[in-house]
C-alpha cells in the first residue's frame, strides 16, 4: 500500500519563556487534528519536544498535499488562540505568514514527508529537534548512511553496500530550491566538503541505490530567510525509514551519541552539543542545550503503533552527563570565539547598531 507520513511542526508559544508548550495548547492541536482530519487521515501522532509541537500524519494524498498542510496550519492557527488565551510567550510564533496559501512550506512550520510503499513491516524513526537548525542532522546523517565506522551494515548487507543517493539542498539560496545530487560511497569526500557547512548546506533527502527508495526526509526551512529576520532558530525535524536496505534503527540512533556541536542555542546564536533527550523534554540551562528527541513508530496500512521512546535507555543517560560537560566546558568561553557563532549567523540584530556605532569611532593612525 502506499501511504504518505507527513510531520509538521511549529512553535506556536510556551510557557516560562520559550521552554515548553503548555498542556492545553497541546490538547486543543490533538483535538483540532482528530475532529477535522476526521475523513482525511488514516492516523496521527501529536509530541512536542522543546518549544515546538509536531503533528505526524499518515494519509492517501501524497506529499505537498494542500489539504494536509492547511489541516496542520489551521490546528496550529486554533492552538495559538488558546496560547494567546493563556498569554503564552512567543503565541504563533513560527505562524510568519497570516494566510494559508496552498502549502505551510515558506510560511514558517518546518516539514518532512515521504511517500512510500509500505514494506511488510515498516519501521521508521521521527526526529525532532529544538534550539537549532537542519543543519544538525548533516552529521549523523553522513555517518549513519557513509561510514562503516558507524553503520556496520555497509559493511554486513550487501544491499547497504550499494550505496545511496544524498540530496543536498542550499538553504542560502532563497529564489527557488537549490539542489545537488550526490552518491555514496563515490562521492563522500564532496559530500564531506559540503556537510561540513551545516549552516549553507543541509541534506533533505537520501535514497537507496539498491532499489531507489527512499530513507531519510528532513526539513529544510530557514525562518530567517522566509521572515527576513530574526524568528526563532529553525528547530528541524526528519523522518528516517530503517531496517532492511535501510540502516538499522541503533546504526541511526549511535551517531547522536556524538552530541556534536550545532548552531542554535541561547537566542540562537550560539553553538552547543545537542543532546539526545525523551521525548516530551523541555529546555533549560542557557535556552538548551540543542535538543534531539526520537519517536520510533512500525505502520501497517497508515495506521501507527504506540511509539517508542528511542532515547529512554540508561544508555543514554550517560551520554546526556557526557552532553552536559561538552556544554558547560564551551559555554565556559561566554562569547568568545566559537562559542557564539559568526556575526551573519547572529539571530538578533543588536550588535548590527553596537558595530555602526564604534565603527565611526574607528580612526586610521597616521604614520610618523
Ligand atoms: C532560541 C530561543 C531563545 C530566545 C531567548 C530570547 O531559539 O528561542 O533562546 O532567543 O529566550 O527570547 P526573546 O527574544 O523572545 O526574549
Ligand atoms: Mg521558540
Ligand atoms: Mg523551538
Redesign the pocket.
Known amino acids: 500500500m502506499k501511504v504518505t507520513v507527513t510531520a509538521i511542526k511549529a512553535d506556536i508559544g510556551s510557557i516560562g ?2 521552554i515548553r508548550p503548555s498542556k492545553r495548547v497541546i490538547e486543543r492541536v490533538k483535538e483540532y487534528v482528530s475532529t477535522e482530519g476526521g475523513g482525511l487521515l488514516i492516523d496521527s501522532y501529536i509530541s512536542s519536544t522543546g518549544d515546538d509541537i509536531a503533528i505526524l500524519m499518515t494519509h492517501e494524498q501524497g506529499e505537498g498535499s494542500d489539504k494536509i498542510h492547511k489541516l496542520a496550519w489551521d490546528a496550529f492557527k486554533e492552538g495559538t488562540e488558546v496560547a494567546k488565551e493563556q498569554g503564552l510567550y ?1 503565541a504563533g510564533q513560527d505562524l510568519l505568514k497570516s494566510a494559508f496559501s496552498g502549502n505551510v512550506k515558506g510560511l514558517g512550520p518546518a516539514v518532512a514527508e515521504m511517500e512510500i510503499e509500505e514494506r511488510k513491516a515498516e519501521p521508521f524513526l521521527f526526529f525532532a529537534a529544538d ?1 537549532t537548525d537542519p543543519g544538525a542532522y548533516n552529521l549523523p546523517l553522513y555517518l549513519s548512511f557513509t561510514d562503516p565506522m558507524y553503520c556496520s551494515g555497509l559493511l554486513l548487507n550487501p544491499q547497504l553496500s550499494k550505496g545511496f543517493k544524498f540530496v543536498v539542498m542550499d538553504v542560502e539560496h532563497i529564489k527557488g530550491d537549490r539542489v545537488i545530487e550526490l552518491e555514496t560511497p563515490e562521492e563522500i569526500y564532496s559530500l564531506a566538503a559540503l556537510l561540513r557547512d551545516n549552516q549553507r548546506f543541509v541534506v533533505e533527502g537520501i535514497y537507496s541505490r539498491h532499489d531507489q527508495t527512499q530513507a531519510v526526509a528532513v526539513s529544510t526551512s530557514r525562518l530567517h530567510n522566509i521572515a527576513g529576520t530574526y524568528t ?2 529553525d528547530d528541524p525535524i526528519m523522518l528516517v525509514r530503517v531496517q532492511g536496505n535501510f540502516a538499522a534503527t541503533g546504526e541511526v540512533l549511535s551517531t547522536f551519541s556524538l552530541g556534536h556541536y550545532v548552531a ?1 542555542f ?3 546564536s550560539h553553538n552547543g552539543p545537542l543532546m539526545p533527550v525523551k521525548i516530551n523534554s523541555s529546555i533549560s540551562y542557557f ?1 538548551g542545550p540543542p535538543i534531539v528527541s526520537c519517536h520510533a513508530f512500525s505502520v501497517h496500512n497508515g495506521k501507527l503503533t504506540e511509539p517508542v521512546d528511542a532515547f529512554d535507555h540508561p544508555f543514554w543517560d550517560y551520554i546526556r552527563n557526557n552532553v552536559s560537560a561538552k556544554a558547560l566546558e564551551i559555554r565556559r568561553q561566554g562569547f568568545s570565539g566559537p562559542a557564539m557563532l559568526p556575526y551573519g549567523e547572529l539571530e538578533y540584530g543588536g550588535i548590527v547598531e553596537v558595530m555602526k556605532k564604534l565603527d565611526k569611532r574607528f580612526e586610521i593612525r597616521k604614520a610618523k
Request: glycine residues 46%; charged residues 35%; proline residues 0%.
Open positions: 519563556g520559550h512567543g534550539k526563532g532558530k542554535g541561547m537566542r540562537g535556552d
